[in-house]
């Protein structure tokens, strides 16, 4: 198994930045790729970024290509969320993700990953 735990959240003004954190412990030797998924009141979960584990490819959601930067550091088992230029809309619980299903590709689907987070509550007021 592996256990994450997210820290960084909190409240912002709008385009100030946060930088999220998300510590894995556990089985990380088995981590193929991690994710940020986000949820707001009322909506489903979604797609924020995602990164291979080994070779650090990045894709992002089209809502934050630009602003978010996902990174992760192997050596300390720890994924990043930098979000900068930050709007109201990007209000939610941001959640990391980890796959440790083999794969090559992007997963932009929930059901693609393994692990999860408890959750961190962003918060961007106008």
């Known amino acids: 198994q592996v256990q994450l735990v997210e820290s960084g959240g909190g409240l912002v003004q709008a385009e100030g930045s946060l930088r999220l954190s998300c510590a894995a412990s556990?089985?990380?030797?088995?981590?193929?790729?991690a994710g940020w998924f986000r949820q707001a009141p009322g909506q489903e979960r979604e797609f924020v970024a995602t990164?291979?584990?080994?070779?650090?490819?990045?894709a992002y959601a089209d809502s934050v290509r630009g602003r978010f930067t996902i990174s992760r550091d192997i050596a300390v088992n720890t994924v990043f969320l930098q979000m900068n230029s930050l709007k109201p809309e990007d209000t939610a619980v941001y959640y990391c993700?980890?796959?440790?299903?083999?794969?090559?590709?992007?997963?932009?689907?929930?059901?693609?990953?393994?692990?999860w987070g408890q959750g961190t509550q962003v918060t961007v007021s106008s």
């Open positions: 990164v291979s584990w080994t070779e650090g490819r990045a």
């Open positions: 993700a980890v796959r440790i299903r083999w794969t090559t590709n992007f997963h932009i689907s929930e059901y693609d990953y393994d692990y």
């Open positions: 556990g089985r990380t030797s088995t981590m193929y790729s």
